[in-house]
């Protein structure tokens, strides 16, 4: 497969992620499509003025489309800000609108890649684009929770002093208020938390409520103070790219087609998967206890409602 990837949206989110694609050497070549192409222009121009100083030659470039044909990857990261007045479901049905459109445009140049979803509400949006594209859902994946668990490891790892890459732990559910952590897997090393939080003073029981809360409630922290969040998101995106590209069958928690894998709706959701070259090979299966498969399906119900809100709304229009 040729290193290439195919950026939808120049926005924050979309060059933060080229950003990182360009210091860490991830891919061969970026393009980049925006509605205001003169900024992509703009944006590759600069880019390219770093390269003396990244890890590897790079083309780096505006385009558009049509440059999606060959392309093994292309990541959507285009979306509209909620505006002053305008409700949850407005915002559902015009983001959806505009994902519909861009992935139109995207299939329309004959691609056959994996289509990358990070525009918010993910989960929903990355099930319009599953529905619009025609593609299978392995090669539709979303974000999902990738970055709340980051999060989450950070979070862990900054109460019991141990290197963040040591703490391996999932957020679940919709990447938003009714995601969940699911502690009963959560490990430091090969040791489960619990049995951590037993032998050591830094943590407590009574801790995982208080980052639970401070994991779901970060962006609004990091908004308040700086109006969007983009590097974390971003760096996360790379790492979903590098596990495609280097063929890795690496578990990320992805948001991808729930099919009865676990018992709730069949909607888009953030949950393990194993993702390589191909796209999502397996769904991993984890054993929930009672609370956090009862958050599953609050979770999944809230998903599969809105999604059927902008369906409703399209239908209407």
């Not at 990244?54 to 292309?74: F, H, Q, S």
């Not at 999902?144 to 963040?164: C, F, K, M």
Request: glycine share 8%; hydrophobic share 40%; with cysteine.
């Amino acid at each position: 497969m040729n290193n290439k990837v195919v950026i939808v949206g120049t926005g924050f989110v979309g060059m933060s992620y080229a950003y990182a694609l360009v210091n860490q050497g991830t891919v061969e070549e970026i393009v980049l499509i925006d509605i205001n192409h003169e900024k992509a222009v703009g944006e590759a121009m600069d880019l390219n003025h770093g390269l003396a100083f990244g890890p590897r030659k790079m083309t780096i470039r505006a385009g558009n489309y049509n440059d999606c044909e060959d392309a093994p990857l292309v990541v959507i990261t285009a979306g509209a800000a909620q505006k002053p007045g305008e409700t949850r479901l407005d915002l559902l049905s015009r983001n959806a609108n505009i994902l519909e459109s861009v992935t139109k445009s995207v299939m329309a140049s004959g691609f056959d890649g994996i289509l990358l979803v990070a525009s918010n509400p993910v989960d929903v949006m990355t099930q319009v684009v599953y529905e619009a594209s025609g593609l299978p859902h392995q090669k539709v994946i979303g974000s999902g929770t990738s970055l709340d668990t980051a999060r989450l490891r950070y979070e862990i790892a900054n109460q019991i002093n141990i290197d963040v890459r040591n703490v391996h732990a999932y957020i679940l559910g919709e990447h938003g208020d009714s995601e969940f952590v699911c502690w009963s897997n959560a490990n430091v090393g090969a040791k489960p938390l619990k049995d951590v939080i037993e032998t050591m003073d830094e943590i407590e029981f009574s801790d995982l409520k208080k980052i639970a809360v401070r994991v779901r409630d970060a962006a609004a922290h990091i908004i308040k103070r700086k109006h969007a969040t983009y590097y974390g998101i971003g760096m996360a995106l790379v790492r979903i790219t590098a596990a495609i590209f280097n063929n890795e069958n690496r578990i990320l928690p992805l948001s991808v087609l729930n099919q009865g894998e676990y018992a709730c709706e069949k909607v888009y959701i953030g949950l393990p998967a194993v993702i390589n070259k191909e796209g999502i090979h397996h769904i991993v299966k984890l054993t929930l206890n009672e609370e956090e498969t009862i958050s599953l399906k609050r979770s999944a119900k809230i998903l599969k409602q809105a999604h059927q809100e902008i369906v409703g709304v399209s239908k209407e229009s």
